[in-house]
Each structure stands twice: as C-alpha cells, then as structure tokens.
C-alpha cells in the first residue's frame, strides 16, 4: 500500500512569493494534518482537515491556509512568504475509523525562503 | 497551552547500553501521548499510544510507560539500528469532546555506536 506523498520535495522562494504544497493521503484515509517542523521550534500543528472540512487549526498566521478535496487529497498555502518560513512541512494522514492516534508521515516538502 | 519536554536532548551509547528517555507533559484533559522515531530526510514514524496513567507498550527493544506527569521510552540492549530521533508528542481532548492536533517536544536525538 502506497504510502503519504507529498510533492515538491524541494523548492526555493523569495521573500513575498506564495507556495502551495500538495499531499496524497493513504488510499481510504480521510484525514489529513499538516505540521511545519523547524530546527528550533520543532514539529508544530498548522492545521487538519476530514472530509474537506477544517476541524483543527495551530497557532499559525492567516498567511497559512489549506484545502482538502473530495478524493482526500489536501494542498496548503503560504502566501506573502517570510525568512521564517523556512521549515519542513510535513504531511500526515490517519484512518479515523481505527482511531488510534496513529499519524502516517510523508517525507515532507522542504522549503527554503530567501 | 500543551507543553511536552524532552530529556536528554541528546544521548550517545554503546551498544548493548540500555537507557532511558524521559517525555514531561503538561495538557488540559488527555486523549493520548505519543511515541514517534524520525530518520534523517524521513517524515516521522509511529511507534506506541498510551491512553491512561500505567500503562505499557512494548515493541523489540523499545517499551513505553505513562505516569500522570511523564512518559519514558526505555531502550534495551540498543543496536546502532536503533539511532534515531525519538519524539513524544500529547494530545488534547477538546472542549466539545474532539480531539486537537498533536503537541511534540523538540525530541531526543539517539546516537548507537557499535
């Protein structure tokens, strides 16, 4: 069974660009989370989504949004994007039908601000 | 606010050296504490849930504990396999009944040397 795909792997911005990065979740796995991880700060939540509602969101900035599709599929998007913006943003989608906490990981999309 | 702390932040053994790695938290009303390992390059991999104070998870040579305050995750005769990032990580119940995004600490990085 495929796992959690998130693409780009890579990408480099500028100050001020916008970013939108996409994640395919497990096949059967409505749900889907989004975690920015950085050096100092480590993993932290930005926001879920189950069945293409938002039911949880960090406390990030509104320059930080998302969207899920009817397929499970999930984007987010930086807007206006900043020096610290640089992280690694990781995608995790779960079953909530087993409903055992159990986040499944993509390898993340590393993004670099400069 | 959830907060978890992670103790040592790093720790270097031989292998065969069993030791211990230490997970405070601080949450409202707990849904469930979080054992996870990340690999270098690698989105993070789900190890153990525990729900209530007492309880125990084990799997090869990890085994996982819970105290009202604290978790350990214990290593027993660690092989270099073992290095790895181990991160705890809390999840709160919500005021309607849900649960939120999980809070991580910052990690224990775990260095195997043969």
């Known amino acids: 069974k495929a796992g959690v795909t998130q693409t780009p792997r890579y990408l480099i911005k500028t100050r001020g660009q916008q970013v939108t990065l996409s994640c395919s979740p497990i096949?059967?796995?409505?749900?889907v989370s989004w975690y920015q991880q950085t050096p100092g700060q480590g993993l932290q939540f930005l926001f879920e989504?189950?069945?293409?509602?938002?039911?949880n969101k960090g406390n990030f900035p509104g320059r930080f949004s998302g969207r899920q599709f009817s397929n499970s599929r999930s984007e987010m998007n930086v807007s206006t994007l900043e020096l610290g913006d640089s992280a690694l943003y990781l995608c995790?989608?779960?079953?909530?039908?087993?409903?055992?906490?159990?986040?499944?990981f993509g390898e993340g999309s590393r993004l670099t601000v400069l | 606010e959830d907060q978890v702390t992670q103790s040592p932040e790093a720790l270097r053994l031989q292998e065969g050296e069993s030791s211990s790695l230490n997970c405070s938290y601080t949450?409202?009303?707990?849904?469930?504490l979080f054992w996870y390992r990340q690999d270098p390059g690698k989105g993070p991999e789900f190890l153990f849930t525990?729900?209530?104070a007492g309880e125990e998870k084990e799997k090869e040579r990890l085994k996982a504990t819970l105290t009202k305050k604290e978790s350990f995750l214990h290593i027993t005769a660690p092989k270099p396999e073992d290095s790895a990032t181990y991160l705890c990580?809390?999840?709160?119940?919500?005021?309607?009944?849900?649960?939120?995004?999980?809070?991580f600490g910052k990690g224990t990085h775990l260095i195997i040397q043969p």
């Open positions: 096949s059967g796995h409505r749900s």
């Open positions: 990580a809390v999840q709160s119940l919500t005021s309607g009944g849900g649960a939120d995004g999980l809070t």
């Open positions: 995790a989608s779960a079953n909530r039908a087993s409903n055992t906490g159990e986040l499944f």
């Open positions: 989504y189950f069945s293409e509602t938002q039911r």
């Open positions: 525990l729900y209530s």
């Open positions: 949450v409202s009303g707990l849904r469930g």
